[in-house]
């Protein structure tokens, strides 16, 4: 299905337009203009918006680019199209991505995209405060709801995997984390012979951040993924406190009101 997606241009000027408006307000993200009158099922024509590969050390080096800024924009990118509009890039290598000469991220091909629903986004984020909390039930929970897990016979060496990798994420400094394509190795490891099932979706989504964790790695060798998601995992705890603190904000009111004269 995706490739015959990726072959129909119609389409990939479609995803191109979505993705643009997506990234209106960020002036460091550039997307190619699609030309209309000129495009059809089997022609796309875009924009010439010629930059330089990013992963072209000399030039980038010669031109006097931040290197530490390529890599965490392009980081910092694709957690806005995972976390925040839902819609993302699912092919992010080097030849689809180029450096403007202002210093802004273009990307290019947009024949194969993701995306993931407000509901699931919403169970992500479940998953994601239960990764937070080590609680290995409430990530049992998060994954059945996600249908990633099937809820079938005794949980129990599940809950066990589950715990074992919490543990072992978790209580590595930064400077000791494991690359993502390590810890989508462990995913899978763990997933045999256990009832899971990953959607097809986040296999796109660990496939797209382990390329881009590559690029960040030749981009700067002290590059840390950590650090470029901790403000985005921040945010996403405080929306979890703003959402719990309303119910018992009223709840408080509520309580004064009926104590009142």
Do not use: C
């Not at 995913?187 to 590559?214: K, M």
Request: hydrophobic share 40%; charged share 25%; no cysteine.
């Amino acid at each position: 299905r995706i490739l015959y997606e990726e072959i129909d241009y119609i389409n990939e000027g479609k995803n191109a337009d979505r993705f643009r408006r997506d990234f209106r307000n960020i002036k460091w993200v550039r997307v190619p203009l699609i030309m209309w009158d000129y495009t059809t099922e089997k022609v796309l024509t875009l924009e010439y918006a010629p930059g330089i590969k990013i992963n072209n050390l000399a030039v980038l080096d010669s031109r006097g680019y931040s290197r530490s800024l390529i890599a965490s924009r392009s980081i910092e990118s694709y957690l806005i199209q995972i976390l925040k509009t839902g819609f993302f890039h699912a092919d992010p290598h080097p030849g689809n991505l180029a450096i403007d000469k202002d210093g802004s991220l273009i990307y290019y091909d947009f024949g194969m995209m993701g995306e993931i629903k407000s509901f699931t986004r919403d169970r992500l984020l479940s998953l994601f405060y239960a990764v937070y909390e080590k609680d290995a039930n409430k990530v049992i929970k998060a994954l059945i709801d996600l249908e990633a897990l099937q809820p079938t016979g005794d949980l129990s060496p599940v809950r066990r995997s589950v715990q074992y990798f919490l543990d072992n994420l978790l209580s590595q400094s930064p400077d000791q984390q494991q690359t993502l394509a390590a810890i989508g190795e462990d995913l899978f490891a763990i997933a045999q012979d256990q009832p899971f099932r990953f959607p097809s979706t986040f296999t796109f989504v660990i496939r797209a951040f382990s390329t881009l964790e590559g690029i960040g790695y030749i981009l700067d060798p002290d590059f840390s993924f950590v650090k470029v998601a901790a403000p985005y995992a921040q945010e996403l705890l405080d929306l979890k406190t703003r959402r719990r603190a309303g119910p018992e904000l009223v709840q408080e009111i509520r309580k004064q009101a009926n104590d009142g004269p």
